[in-house]
């Protein structure tokens, strides 16, 4: 158990809905990361939050949104959802600032769009 | 731009050795590895810095060429627990990008 708690697990809409995945990091680690994982692909960064501020951006689309609220748990916001949406969109924490410490990773909130 | 891992796929004897490569076309602060099984998410193994530092991990160790911008992961008397996908991932300017993946399969 890495201490990070992503919800829903598991998620089914349709083309064209929104949806929220939540994420609350390891207690103390101000830093939050957003990855999507499609089907046997390698994990893209989306985004990462500091303390609630937005530190950096990866290839996150403008559908996509996210931001850190002052518990530090974190909220990825997925609107006009299409096919080619559905992955495993895992969330990390780590304590560092930036990218040089241990992510430590959630077990993934698996998103499939019919 | 994304770390390109070679191979793509492995399989081993137990108690067999492999090497992962992991080579960025980017200036890099540091490399991480991290493996996932199937189902799971991905666990920490270790952080490579600048430097040529090379780490170990058990019977899991790494190297990291920053010169040459690439990292390799060294698995040396494999055990049927090291089966999983391999990801290296490499940190550069408020970035870090990982690899396609590595799968290795250790058999009896």
């Known amino acids: 158990d890495s201490g990070v708690t992503q919800t829903p697990k598991h998620l089914i809409t349709a083309t064209g809905q929104r949806v929220t995945l939540r994420c609350s990091p390891r207690?103390?680690?101000?830093?939050v990361y957003w990855y999507q994982q499609s089907l046997d692909q390698g994990l893209q960064f989306l985004i990462q939050?500091?303390?609630?501020?937005?530190?950096a951006k990866g290839n996150i689309l403008e559908r996509f949104s996210a931001q850190q609220f002052p518990d530090l748990h974190s909220e990825l916001n997925l609107s006009s959802l299409e096919l080619g949406d559905s992955a495993l969109y895992f969330c990390?924490?780590?304590?560092?600032?930036?990218?040089?410490?241990?992510?430590?990773f959630g077990e993934g909130s698996r998103l499939t769009v019919l | 731009q994304q770390p390109v891992q070679s191979p793509q796929a492995v399989i081993l004897r137990e108690g067999e050795d492999a090497v992962i490569n992991c080579s960025s076309s980017?200036?890099?602060?540091?490399v991480h590895w991290y493996r996932q099984k199937h189902g799971e998410a991905p666990v920490f193994l270790m952080i490579?810095?600048?430097?040529?530092e090379q780490k170990g991990h058990d019977k899991i160790s790494a190297s990291f060429n920053e010169k040459k911008q690439q990292s390799s992961l060294y698995l040396t008397a494999s055990q049927l627990s090291y089966s999983g996908t391999y990801f290296c991932?490499?940190?550069?300017?408020?970035?870090?990008?990982f690899g396609a993946g590595t799968r290795l399969t250790v058999k009896p």
């Open positions: 991932g490499t940190e550069s300017v408020n970035d870090m990008r």
């Open positions: 939050y500091y303390n609630g501020e937005e530190r």
């Open positions: 990390a924490s780590s304590v560092r600032q930036g990218f040089s410490g241990e992510l430590f």
């Open positions: 490579l810095l600048k430097g040529g």
């Open positions: 980017k200036a890099l602060y540091s």
């Open positions: 207690s103390g680690d101000l830093s």
